[in-house]
């Protein structure tokens, strides 16, 4: 019975060969999965706002706002 053998086998091509695999499938993998995680966290639900934190925080928004609109024009 014959024995076949592939000769050599230079590391450095496999490991050049398997690199394309990492770019071509392990990082858009990666890049998908954090995507979607991210999605999912900023959709979950979230507990009531109590009225007058939220008043306040758009009173403040106002008041930045205000104030930065008014410096441009003075400026």
Known sequence: MGRHS??????????????????????PTVATLLAIVWVHWS?????????????AAYERFKAAFGSTTSQRRAG
Do not use: C, F, K, N
Request: hydrophobic share 40%.
């Open 6 to 27: 592939l000769g050599p086998v230079d590391i450095r091509a496999y490991d050049g060969r398997m690199a394309i695999l990492v770019w071509t499938l392990g990082l």
């Open 43 to 55: 959709q979950r639900p979230r507990g009531p706002v109590e009225t007058h934190e939220s008043v």
